[in-house]
């Protein structure tokens, strides 16, 4: 028998805080971003299917599941712009690793600040290997909650130094310079799109409003650019006039979810787009020139999820960073479940009520 099969380890908001900060927040996200890597590397591996998805009026929930065969991975996710109107984030997360043997959870994590890392990770794998070389400049419209995520992990897997900030709220632009200062980035607060795009090799855009929105327009974007359109993430909303995806090479990570929620939803079923992995395997190119405009057209996919609690998982060891949760019944017989509960109320373990 397998002692403690009752108890699930849970990582708390505040135990996720305390490992990122252990780990240092860049060395995270580069950690992180090697393991969202390798599960692109063996993406045929996967259980893919689009995620699950409830519409309101409001915004979105949605449950992300995918699986390798050994273990099973899903994220309960919601998207909610009006909440920061009444002091919430707008999106919230929590997800679980089951082993595929058994069936039984292995670990539980609040994925709200572990959403935010991945996010950025993946941005950085994507232009990794879609951005122009030497790339040291970065735009970031939309200041939120993603942005200091972004910029960091940017700067860990490609070195960008420089950054143009743009939000529509001037309050949020500055709360991220004050969050990136003694990061070792050269800030340029912008005034508008069009200011904090000049001289961007990689433009990033990151805002919040469920519509669909023009935040870049065809004659902001030049050649050689990499745009990282992280903001439109389902049906109705986007970010980018439809010229200039007529003007760039599209890569997505799952095509079927992305036609439904991503920038290129705005375009024709059938436009040619590529994967993440097959770039990262060698089965497509990436970058075909330094006069290419690369769009990734990001929307976040279950795999992305799996990777980062999956990298959690394997670093908690040690820290003392998780607290058991007892979630799971475990009668001493396992077809004696009522059994289980007649003996609770003669230990006394069960108060009347």
């Known amino acids: ?138 735009a970031i419209v939309g200041n939120g909650a993603q942005a200091e995520f972004q910029a960091l992990a940017f700067k860990a897997l490609l070195g960008v130094d420089r950054l143009r900030l743009y939000d529509i709220d001037p309050a949020a632009t500055q709360k991220c310079v004050r969050n990136l200062r003694d990061r070792g980035f050269e800030i340029a607060a912008c005034r508008s799109t069009e200011e904090a795009v000049e001289g961007a090799h990689i433009i990033t855009t990151v805002t919040a409003d469920k519509q669909y929105a023009t935040i870049l327009t065809d004659n902001m974007v030049g050649a050689g650019i990499h745009i990282n359109a992280v903001g439109g993430d389902c049906p109705g909303k986007t970010e980018l006039h439809r010229d200039i995806l007529l003007r760039s090479d599209i890569f997505v990570e799952y095509t079927p979810q992305t036609r439904i929620e991503g920038e290129i939803q705005q375009l024709a079923a059938d436009h040619p787009v590529t994967e993440l992995w097959q770039v990262m395997t060698g089965a497509a190119p990436g970058r075909a020139d330094a006069r290419r405009i690369t769009l990734f057209d990001s929307v976040g996919f279950a795999t992305e999820d799996f990777s980062a609690l999956r990298y959690v998982r394997d670093v908690l060891a040690g820290t003392g960073l998780y607290q058991d949760l007892d979630m799971l019944a475990d009668p001493d017989e396992p077809r004696d479940l009522f059994g289980m509960i007649l003996r609770a109320g003669r230990e006394g373990s069960l108060s009347p009520g």
């Not at 045929?44 to 409001?58: G, I, L, M, N, Q």
Request: charge should be neutral.
């Open 1 to 138: 028998m397998i002692p403690n099969l009752n108890l699930v380890p849970f990582v708390s908001v505040d135990h996720m805080m305390k490992l990122v900060l252990r780990i240092g927040v860049e060395r995270f996200l580069s950690e992180l971003a090697a393991y969202v890597e390798e599960d692109f590397r063996r993406w045929e591996s996967f259980d893919k299917t689009p995620r699950v998805a409830s519409h309101s009026a409001d915004g979105v929930i949605e449950l992300m599941p995918t699986s390798d065969g050994r273990i099973y991975g899903f994220k309960y996710v919601n998207g909610h712009p009006k909440n920061t109107r009444e002091g919430r984030q707008t999106v919230t997360a929590f997800g679980v690793l089951s082993d595929v043997a058994n069936g039984y959870p292995v670990l539980m994590s609040e994925m709200t600040i572990l959403t935010a890392l991945r996010t950025a990770a993946t941005s950085a794998v994507a232009a990794k290997h879609l951005a122009p070389r030497d790339a040291s400049c970065m």
